[in-house]
């Protein structure tokens, strides 16, 4: 029980006294009520009483906003710094990171950041009880004193992080005409409210994007919900009509679907490299059902604007999937939007491989659909309490992605147990949020904050600008991206995986010096002067 050893303090209120606050329309914000983790870093503990906001602040002309979180304890501390006139410091540039902004080179347009509302998201969400602790948890992905999250994905059916597999229209078995298809329990119980409670707090639409992992095994070549199978051809146009009724029941509800993804990790189901629910696609089978089953259905319907996001797999299998899938079966390209990424090759591929595609299919969006850490077979614990290592990897992923012209990320469970479950396969992970329903408490976990420094700055149609780097001879390993946003600022993200530094930064005639600890991720943010 790794809480047992633990201190229970508030944050240093150092960085939060001392300066003006500007602009400031939501308060200064509550600091992270501090836990510190053996041989990890801290997590931020949330009570009914209590839990910490995160405050972005409006920069002025003269003002620049920062923000920094570190292994050593930072958590989205805030500062405010006036740009110095005349600042001639080009002897002491020498040591320095420069990185030169041009806001008039552009790049991708953002969609936005999210997590899952899976079953297990969803039951431990609602596990909490108490109604005020439940809220927080909301507030703290989707409102204004959280991750402003602006989108989901939700998936059609169970997955594996649900309590037992299931699917729609169980029975009848072999009924074509899917003709006693209706939610399940855990729509109506679990993700539906919580859906519904997203949906009051969050500032922009929220673009949810719905995937399946398996239909009913009745539909499927081996009869059950995981393994090796594929779905039998008579059931194509079914299948088709499988995530057309679930966006219509949702729509139902009151719950508008932005998109679809063609199944989940359609490899698993080839190779049998998931014990949960899957189906296998090999491309071409799947170029052939889009092109002549799901496209036509989905664009022949109500929800004609529903976008059709292919792939949904892992980021080393992108080109030799889409390439085969597309080159064979061209009239499958007119009906996909865009192709869902998932995390569990990045430590061995780069995002570069995105363009093997991208050049190809320039009018189609990479969008990273699904990621955790404490998946892999050598990360015996699941869950790591205050681990920096894992926010170190999130940082890592999302700045190659985004520098790849990724147009979004959403990471997987909302929020997990202290096991990382519910799961019925045992395929236990780390969130973001673990929960303790016991204590009535939730822990944010470093992963929350380094997400914070993307989402909350990059909202829907920030667009990203060149960067051009000068690095000394020896330096910090200092990695970095830049956006423009709709408000016409600058956002800058930094995330040092090394000993503290200072990183010097150029934007028109403008030039700011700032420190970046030891192992952080830091967000500045100010006008547009470029
Ligand atoms: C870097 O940070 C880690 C923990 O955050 C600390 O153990 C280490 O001493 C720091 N190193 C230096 C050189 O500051
Ligand atoms: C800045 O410093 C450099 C060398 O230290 C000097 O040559 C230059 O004139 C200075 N510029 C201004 C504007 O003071
Ligand atoms: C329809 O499905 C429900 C379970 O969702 C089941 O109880 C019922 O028997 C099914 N009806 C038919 C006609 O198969
Ligand atoms: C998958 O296959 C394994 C080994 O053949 C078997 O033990 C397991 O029950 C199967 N899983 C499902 C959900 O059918
Ligand atoms: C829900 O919380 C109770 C304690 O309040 C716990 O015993 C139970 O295991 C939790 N359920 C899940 C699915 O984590
Ligand atoms: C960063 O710059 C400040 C001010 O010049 C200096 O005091 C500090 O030592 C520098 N830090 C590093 C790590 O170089």
């Known amino acids: 029980m790794l809480f047992c050893k633990t201190n229970l303090f508030f944050a240093s209120f150092a960085g939060f006294i001392g300066s003006v606050w500007l602009n400031d329309d939501v308060g200064a914000g509550r600091p992270c009520l501090q836990r510190q983790i053996p041989d990890q870093s801290v997590v931020c503990v949330c009570s009914p009483a209590y839990c910490d906001d995160l405050v972005r602040d409006t920069p002025t002309p003269d003002k620049y906003v920062m923000y920094t979180s570190s292994e050593a304890g930072m958590r989205f501390v805030k500062t405010t710094h006036a740009f110095k006139t005349n600042e001639n410091d080009s002897k002491r540039d020498q040591d320095n990171i420069v990185l030169t902004l041009d806001p008039s080179i552009k790049y991708q347009t953002v969609l936005g950041f999210g997590g899952a509302v899976t079953d297990a998201a969803s039951i431990n969400w609602k596990n909490l009880t108490d109604p005020g602790l439940m809220q927080k948890l909301i507030d703290s992905y989707f409102s204004k004193s959280g991750l402003q999250y602006n989108m989901l994905r939700v998936p059609i059916g169970g997955c594996d992080f649900s309590t037992h597999p299931y699917a729609y229209n169980e029975i009848p078995e072999n009924d074509p005409a899917?003709?006693?298809?209706?939610?399940?329990?855990?729509?109506?119980?679990?993700?539906?409210?919580?859906?519904?409670?997203?949906?009051?707090?969050?500032?922009?639409?929220?673009?949810?994007?719905?995937?399946?992992?398996?239909?009913?095994?009745?539909?499927?070549?081996?009869?059950?919900?995981?393994?090796?199978s594929q779905l039998k051809p008579e059931y194509y146009q079914t299948y088709a009509e499988y995530f057309l009724k679930f966006v219509e029941q949702y729509a139902n509800e009151g719950i508008k679907i932005w998109g679809i993804t063609t199944t989940n990790e359609p490899l698993n189901g080839m190779f049998g490299i998931a014990n949960f629910n899957s189906l296998g696609w090999a491309p071409l089978n799947l170029g052939r059902w889009i092109a002549n089953h799901l496209g036509p259905t989905i664009r022949n319907s109500a929800f004609r604007d529903l976008k059709i996001i292919s792939h949904d797999d892992q980021r080393a299998t992108v080109p030799f999937y889409i390439n085969m899938m597309l080159r064979a079966i061209s009239e499958a390209s007119q009906y996909i939007d865009g192709f869902g990424v998932h995390y569990y090759t990045d430590l061995f591929v780069s995002a570069e491989v995105f363009s093997l595609v991208t050049e190809n299919y320039p009018d189609k969006f990479i969008l990273a659909t699904e990621s955790c850490e404490g998946s892999f077979p050598w990360q015996k614990e699941k869950v790591v309490l205050g681990s920096w290592d894992r926010a170190k990897a999130y940082a890592v992923d999302i700045i190659d992605d985004l520098n790849q012209n990724v147009v979004g990320w959403i990471d997987w469970n909302l929020c997990l147990n202290a096991q990382g479950g519910p799961n019925w396969a045992r395929n236990f992970v780390d969130s973001a949020i673990i929960v303790f329903p016991e204590s009535k408490e939730?822990?944010?976990?470093?992963?929350?904050?380094?997400?914070?420094?993307?989402?909350?700055f990059l909202p829907r149609g920030s667009r990203r600008i060149k960067v051009t780097e000068r690095k000394p001879l020896w330096s910090s390993r200092v990695t970095n991206v830049a956006f423009q946003t709709p408000k016409n600022t600058v956002v800058v993200i930094l995330h040092n995986e090394?000993?503290?530094t200072n990183v010097s930064i150029e934007i028109g005639q403008k030039k700011i010096t700032v420190p970046v600890p030891n192992r952080s991720i830091v967000t500045i943010e100010m006008l547009n002067v470029g």
């Not at 939730?442 to 909350?456: E, G, N, R, T, W």
């Open 178 to 228: 899917l003709s006693n298809y209706s939610l399940a329990y855990e729509d109506h119980h679990f993700k539906i409210p919580m859906i519904k409670e997203i949906m009051k707090v969050a500032s922009d639409p929220v673009y949810i994007v719905a995937s399946t992992w398996s239909p009913p095994p009745w539909m499927k070549t081996n009869r059950v919900y995981a393994n090796v």
């Open 442 to 456: 939730f822990v944010k976990q470093p992963m929350y904050y380094a997400l914070s420094h993307f989402s909350k």
């Open 498 to 500: 090394d000993l503290a």
